[in-house]
């Protein structure tokens, strides 16, 4: 079972950038579905967006556009680049893997903080 670290989250000023890493604990190249997921406080967890094995994405309607999503299996790491961020971008942020974005395998990390605030 590969196991992944999340890390790069920080606090941001309304427009500014950030990359998140997710980095495994093993090789990525058969893992099949990548995926971000993120738990704003009061809020029930949500997909932000997943990458294929293949490289085909999708994202949740809310950062499309702003954010991408990208994998390097060489070095056996998830990324996530956020751009113009938004307050609504507060929450915690998680990587996971799996059969699809929905079926997903091993369990939940600690996650990695983002913020967004003037």
């Known amino acids: 079972q590969v196991r992944l670290v999340e890390s790069g989250g920080g606090l941001v000023q309304p427009g500014g950038s950030l990359r998140l890493s997710c980095a495994a604990s093993?090789?990525?190249?058969?893992?099949?579905?990548m995926v971000w997921y993120r738990q704003a406080p009061g809020k029930e967890r949500e997909l932000v967006a997943a990458?294929?094995?293949?490289?085909?994405?999708n994202y949740a309607d809310s950062v499309k556009g702003r954010f991408t999503i990208s994998r390097d299996n060489a070095k056996n790491t998830l990324y996530l680049q956020m751009n113009s961020l938004k307050p609504e971008d507060t929450a915690v942020y998680y990587c996971?893997?799996?059969?699809?974005?929905?079926?997903?395998?091993?369990?939940w990390g600690q996650g990695t903080q983002v913020t967004v605030s003037p």
């Open positions: 093993g090789s990525i190249f058969n893992i099949n579905t």
């Open positions: 990458i294929t094995g293949s490289g085909s994405t």
């Open positions: 996971r893997y799996g059969f699809s974005a929905s079926i997903l395998y091993g369990s």
